[in-house]
């Protein structure tokens, strides 16, 4: 009884270290005073109306979710035949290309963030948005090859020979039998490669420059310069979105399943 | 290679990398026979058919299927069906969908398509549960849809890996007149790998023994089982007693033996099974080691001046004691007469 109690205790404690910020960033948003603050001073929604009206956020708004839809797209266009090769061809080098496939998730973010802006941006005068999505793609192609591959792995070969016997060419059979098996894997990779790209913050911090800048690189700067609620209203409306993606995801895909 | 041979394998050699895993393989097999290829894991059978389906690349030699060389013709166009042994249904389509997949790819018209689906599944007895996944079907029905899958593309060959082993016992007897009878009904020369002697013995018309990639024997169920001609072979249906022949005599451990009666012939070895070894009289002597009660018989290890002996007796007849000594004999005229003994 005693020791039920205690584990009760512990998971109370730890629900609240991770639900807490959140809670504590919701109600600072509905906060009716000028500054950033919590306990919130009354209720309101103002700061959350002036989440639209605020230029910049628009713009790296747009920005971010550009990055993360066509980032994750190209890292599931290079991540889908990684894995397919890596999953059915005993490639060689394979291992190889596994582990630099997965270095972005091991390399710490600023010390490829500094790469890129030291090695790409600087030298070749790259531009800074090609420069992001450059970024984004490779941060992102670890989480693709890896959930891709998890359901590749469960999906047999002999599938893809059973189509060629019954007239499909290789190439036929990838997209007949193979892809639309592995549809779920590939929408739950998009999904996380979305999520991991829109809130990603030391790569980027790197890479923005003067009017090119990420929806969390310009909470930061807006933070710097304007201390009201207005982030934390738009940090909670964020917060929110992935929730309901992440909701979405599990609803009508088991995404868990996957990840 | 003869007239009419219908599928012919001309010095066919096969290798994974540098491995050689069927070396030098001549075949020919006629038009509507059911063939098995039976031979344990690592014989070369699987990849035999997968060569003849075109899943892999001969290192050399040539298969000739109904009068043309498909050695370099592409497995989608080879007409060349496979069960496989996973039935390697595809998991996202409905039985129907499965059935009409490679239907589909000729691109058929729709109402000959759905005729020619329905008689497939017909053919095979499964015409309920269409619409269902391959996931909700249970493993002999996942395997009438995989054989119906390939009957409808009406192959030339028909080609199926381990189709009973993994069905239960009541399937399998089950699936094994299904295949007999589609085969009657269909004319189809098919062939199918096992490495159950049973499975080969009950389903084929021909069996080809293999072993480390090459071909120990060619013949009918009662061939292989009554007259096995290499000791592979001998062993693998059961003939335990085993001798290489050597000048007329029987090569033993302990040197050359005569037996009663002449050998015929020039054999390499004779074999025989413990059910052909005479107990209580004959010319050779031997200890009872060892006894096991196997229903109406029973089996007994003895220990002689020819090696160790493996003997079957009717149950009901005299019951040896270990360590009592016994006379037996191998008569000649029941053995099996073997020409490779190595």
């Known amino acids: ?112 963030g500094l790469a890129l802006l030291r090695y790409l941006v600087i030298p070749l005068d790259v531009d800074i948005v090609l420069a992001l999505f450059i970024a984004h793609t490779a941060l992102v192609l670890p989480y693709a090859v890896r959930v891709v591959s ?38 739950a990779a998009f999904i996380l490669g979305f999520v991991t790209s829109f809130n990603q913050v030391p790569v980027s911090l790197f890479l923005s420059g003067p009017g090119v800048r990420t929806l969390p690189i310009d909470m930061i700067w807006y933070l710097e310069i304007t201390y009201d609620p207005s982030v934390a209203a738009l940090a909670a409306l964020l917060a929110f979105m992935s929730i309901a993606i992440v909701f979405i995801a599990e609803r009508f895909l088991g995404f868990s399943r996957y990840v | 290679m003869s007239e009419d041979s219908f599928l012919s394998l001309n010095a066919l050699t096969l290798a994974y990398g540098k491995s ?56 989608n166009r080879r007409q060349v069906g496979l069960v496989f042994q996973s039935y390697a249904l595809f998991p996202h389509l409905s039985v129907f969908e499965n059935v009409a997949f490679g239907l589909r790819l000729k691109r058929l018209e729709a109402g000959k398509l759905k005729q020619q689906v329905e008689e497939g599944l017909a053919t095979v007895g499964l015409t309920e549960f269409v619409d269902r996944k391959p996931a909700e079907l249970s493993g002999g029905q996942q395997q009438r ?53 049973g499975e080969a013995m009950s389903l084929a018309d021909q069996i080809v023994v293999m072993n480390g990639g090459l071909i120990e024997q060619i013949g009918t169920p009662e061939d ?11 062993d693998f249906v059961g003939f335990e007693n085993i001798f290489a022949v050597k000048n007329g005599q029987l090569a033993t451990e302990q040197g050359l033996a005569t037996l009663g009666d002449p050998i015929e012939g020039h054999p390499s070895g004779l074999a025989w099974r413990p059910g052909m070894v005479k107990m209580g009289e004959g010319q050779f002597e031997g ?29 009901t007849q005299t019951i040896y004691q270990p360590g009592q000594r016994v006379n037996f004999d191998l008569p000649v005229a029941r053995a099996a007469i073997l020409q490779q003994v190595d």
Not at chain 1, 32 to 43: M, R, V, Y
Not at chain 2, 184 to 194: A, D, S
Not at chain 2, 290 to 301: D, K, V
Request: glycine residues 8%; hydrophobic residues 50%.
């Open chain 2, 287 to 315: 200890e009872i080691i060892g006894s096991s009660f196997a229903g109406g018989t029973r089996e007994y290890l003895l220990r002689s001046e020819l090696g160790p002996i493996n003997a079957e007796v009717d149950a």
């Open chain 1, 150 to 187: 998890a359901s590749l792995e469960n999906l047999r070969s002999d599938i893809e020979e059973a189509a060629v016997l019954l007239g499909s060419s290789r190439v036929g059979a990838f997209f007949r039998v193979v892809l639309p098996n592995i549809r779920g894997g590939i929408l």
């Open chain 2, 145 to 197: 849809v995989a054989l119906a899958r390939s009957l409808v593309m009406n192959p030339k060959l028909l080609l199926l890996d381990e189709p009973l082993s993994n069905l239960d016992a009541r399937l399998r007897l089950e699936m094994r007149t299904e295949l007999q009878r589609v085969q009657r009904e269909t004319g189809l020369t098919m062939i199918f790998v096992t490495h159950d002697q």
């Open chain 2, 224 to 234: 292989i089982y009554n007259r096995p001609t290499t000791r592979f072979v001998a």
């Open chain 1, 1 to 112: 009884m005693t020791a039920r109690l205690l584990s009760y205790g512990v998971l109370t404690l730890v629900l609240l270290f991770l639900i807490g910020p959140f809670l504590i960033i919701v109600a600072a948003a509905l906060s009716a005073g000028e500054s950033l603050a919590f306990p919130p001073q009354g209720l309101s929604l103002r700061w959350v109306f002036k989440v639209f009206e605020i230029e910049s956020f628009r713009e790296s708004f747009g920005l971010s979710m550009a990055l993360a839809i066509f980032g994750t797209l190209a890292a599931l266009l290079l991540g889908v035949p990684i894995s397919y090769a890596i999953a059915r061809y005993r490639l060689p080098f394979g291992e190889t290309l596994r582990t630099i496939v997965s270095a972005p998730i091991i390399v710490p973010g600023i010390i490829v």
């Open chain 2, 20 to 75: 050689v895993a069927v070396d030098n393989l001549n075949l020919s097999i006629k038009k509507g026979e059911l063939i098995a290829f039976l031979g344990p894991s690592g014989c070369g059978k699987s990849t035999t058919m997968r060569a003849i389906a075109g899943l892999m690349r001969p290192m050399s030699g040539t298969i000739t299927l109904d009068g043309t060389d498909i050695t370099r013709v592409a497995a």
